[in-house]
């Protein structure tokens, strides 16, 4: 029992320093004069490279049919909602798109209904209504010809993709966390290269320091970290720990891109990160509940 908490504090940790990075990582994306397509398709070559080396060609060639399918499944799912993410933030900004991908934890909700027959109760009701409400404070006005509105809409898409991939890690947890994030980045370059076309490689000094920077830190590290904690902790932990990454984008975005948080934006933010956290607090008790009655 000791050794598994131990195991648990250690993932838990390694979520905890991913969230951080995952923070900061917007400010990156923000800045550097490079579009969606082109931030994806460096940060995947890079990934995938050093992925490659640290997942051993020897194991990968082990690995069966299904195996492969599955990474496949897993690298494609990622893609999709790397290029979502990306063109949120690009589109409105840095705390509003980690915000809008936030809303993974509601969106588990109905991923759990679907995936393990959980029904919805009154609390998961609450906790979507809560997070409409808080919608409503930070977007401007609904039409898509806004750019933040627009941007915050493709993060809830990003979001909801975000929010699928945990249940394809647990699912694939008997294959390493190294193959798994090899198969993450590689197979969702192709989602990338579709839009080649779209690429900019007119690039400064500066942003390809930013793009080694978003490769390394915020791809190989980040991303694999929460990839191993996310297969080893329940939902409802990661989820928590994911929250935690709003707060730190929008304190980032105020301090040093100089974007303002006026009262209503606070007040929406506030409402969503609340109705999430409400969420994973509901879902966490009722385990307990049914733990303790086997």
């Not at 080649?196 to 400064?204: A, D, I, Q, Y």
């Not at 080694?212 to 904690?229: D, Q, Y």
């Amino acid at each position: 029992m000791a050794e598994i908490n131990h195991l648990n504090s250690r993932y838990y940790i390694e979520g905890l320093l991913a969230v951080l990075i995952f923070g900061i990582t917007p400010l990156f994306i923000k800045e550097v004069s490079a579009n969606a397509y082109t931030i994806g398709l460096v940060r995947l070559v890079i990934g995938s490279s050093f992925l490659f080396v640290m997942a051993k060609p020897s194991k990968l060639k082990k690995l069966n049919k299904s195996e492969w399918k599955a990474l496949v499944f897993i690298g494609l799912l990622f893609g999709v909602h790397w290029i979502t993410y990306f063109i949120s933030i690009k589109l409105a900004t840095p705390s509003m798109g980690i915000l809008a991908v936030s809303s993974f934890g509601l969106h588990m909700i109905y991923l759990n209904w679907i995936i393990k027959g959980q029904k919805p109760k009154a609390m998961d009701l609450f906790t979507v209504l809560l997070a409409v409400t808080g919608i409503f404070f930070i977007v401007p006005e609904f039409t898509l010809k806004n750019n933040l509105t627009a941007g915050i809409l493709i993060g809830l898409v990003s979001g909801l993709l975000f929010a699928g991939l945990p249940f394809l890690q647990q699912k694939h947890q008997s294959i390493s966390s190294f193959s798994r994030a090899f198969g993450q980045y590689a197979f969702a370059l192709p989602v990338f290269l579709l839009f080649t076309h779209k690429t900019n490689w007119t690039l400064s000094t500066t942003d390809w320091w930013y793009l080694i920077i978003l490769g390394t830190l915020c791809t190989v590290v980040a991303h694999t970290l929460w990839l191993r904690a996310t297969t080893m902790l329940e939902p409802t932990t990661t989820s928590l720990i994911f929250y935690l990454g709003t707060p730190i984008a929008m304190t980032c975005s105020y301090f040093f891109l100089d974007e303002p948080m006026g009262t209503s934006k606070v007040i929406g933010a506030g409402l969503i990160i609340s109705a999430n956290v409400l969420g994973v607090i509901s879902r966490s008790r009722k385990k307990l509940k049914s733990t303790s009655v086997k």
